[in-house]
């Protein structure tokens, strides 16, 4: 059963909707068919021949990751554009038992609008980015270093997104990359969000214009969604049941020992009345074009990190190596501006005192649960990159299942919004 094709953006799939005729008791009730949800039924099957229920309120399985062939014969992800890489061996020893992987390398260009045009350069900032942003003439590392102290604001310690920035890259860089594209993205200043945010993006000092440098990078040959088809949807131990939301059924669930709840940790004591953590979300402009030459634009990613244009970026998805075959002669092509905007599903946690304290709350409420195991980015209130969110279920479930006294991996600071 390949769901990434006969789905698309079709209504739910009636095999998998429904709770009547399944058995009084599960192992587990998982809600959310992510990352997470995934992870922690294929690792009870596989490791102690437990079994899951999983629900999901949407029509598929694969949570944000969720790819499919769309009309024109192109795979694209419904959620955004996604790009695996790793350093832990842990985790691209785990996704290589569910796909077969292309390599690739991810690189990011940004338009910049000068004057009256615009020019194209890499991000993260390099070498590169500053000679033709600003004519630096910069030729080697130490140049490049040179460059930038003479232009940076010194921090000790950040207190917030601008004085990290301006710390890492100067006025100029700031301005041109970071400033506005971060109040496009989270619709607050840098000088309002934590320093972390920026943190994130770094400035080069060589020539490297990769987005990432970890050491594993690829893409599943068949796309995302196979990966979890092939992880849970053969599996007897584990029933699927999509197109229901756990609060509208939470008491005509079956018994189970455990429930894992992988979505918001706020909503899941939203009738305590306490606020409610704040999200970013996004939404996404399609396009088709039939260009002469068949792209619309040079790259897989082209951000906007400029006022001019609302949107943050274009991506065409075209350009990923592991299209169908023959997709790449194809004259059409389709293209998604996205845009960041506080309604729909929850992306991005906005990391900022406000949050963080009220999220400290939430979390000391879920420690005193005996039998739920709160998993995930909505459920930690944390952005994980797709390798984190895998390390941190297969941790999460070790600690749970086997009480292991090994301390769990320090995953740091997702890559966030690219």
């Not at 694209?76 to 691209?92: A, D, E, P």
């Not at 594993?216 to 796309?223: R, S």
């Not at 023959?326 to 389709?334: E, I, M, P, Q, S």
């Not at 209130?381 to 292991?404: C, G, I, P, T, V």
Request: proline share 6%; aromatic share 14%; net charge negative.
């Amino acid at each position: 059963m390949d769901l990434s094709v006969q789905l698309g953006n079709q209504s739910c799939p009636n095999w998998f909707t429904g709770l009547k005729g399944l058995p009084q008791n599960f192992d587990l009730i998982i809600v959310g068919a992510g990352i997470s949800g995934c992870v922690f039924a294929e690792q009870a099957s596989r490791r102690y021949n437990l079994k899951s229920l999983i629900i999901d309120k949407r029509k598929h399985i694969g949570g944000n990751c969720y790819d499919f062939i769309n009309r024109h014969g192109i795979r694209i992800s419904q959620y955004g554009v996604h790009l695996f890489h790793t350093k832990f061996s842990r985790v691209w020893k785990y996704v290589n038992n569910f796909s077969d992987w292309t390599p690739y390398e991810h690189r990011v260009k940004g338009n910049i609008k000068i004057g009256a045009g615009y020019r194209m350069v890499p991000i993260p900032p390099s070498q590169d980015t500053i000679n033709v942003l600003f004519g630096a003439d910069v030729s080697n590392e130490i140049e490049m270093e040179e460059w930038l102290n003479s232009r940076r604001v010194p921090a000790e310690q950040p207190k917030n997104g601008e004085e990290s920035a301006l710390a890492r890259s100067g006025e100029e860089l700031y301005n041109a990359i970071f400033k506005h594209y971060t109040k496009k993205q989270w619709n607050k200043w840098p000088k309002e969000l934590d320093a972390s945010v920026l943190a994130r993006i770094p400035v080069r000092t060589n020539t490297d214009d990769r987005y990432f440098t970890d050491p594993f990078q690829a893409l599943p040959k068949e796309g995302y969604t196979k990966i979890f088809e092939n992880m849970v949807l053969e599996d007897p131990n584990i029933t699927i049941r999509l197109c229901i939301d756990y609060f509208d059924v939470r008491g005509d669930l079956p018994e189970s020992n455990l429930l894992v709840f992988t979505g918001p940790i706020d909503s899941y004591y939203s009738s305590l009345g306490l606020p409610k953590l704040e999200y970013r979300s996004l939404k996404f402009e399609e396009e088709y074009h039939e260009p002469e030459d068949g792209y619309y634009q040079n790259c897989l990613q082209l951000n906007y990190p400029g006022e001019e244009v609302d949107y943050t970026r274009v991506v065409e998805y075209k350009h990923k190596p592991n299209q169908p075959k023959d997709v790449h002669r194809r004259k059409g092509t389709v293209i998604f501006k996205e845009y960041s905007c506080d309604e729909g599903e929850p992306y991005y946690p906005v990391p900022n005192p406000e949050n963080r304290s009220l999220y400290g709350k939430y979390k000391e409420m879920a420690a005193r649960e005996s039998k739920v195991c709160f998993v995930g980015r909505l459920a930690s209130y944390k952005y994980f990159n797709m390798d984190q969110a895998f390390l941190n279920a297969l941790e999460m479930f070790d600690e749970y299942f086997s009480r292991s006294s090994s301390f769990p991996t320090h995953l740091g600071e997702g890559d966030g919004p690219k």
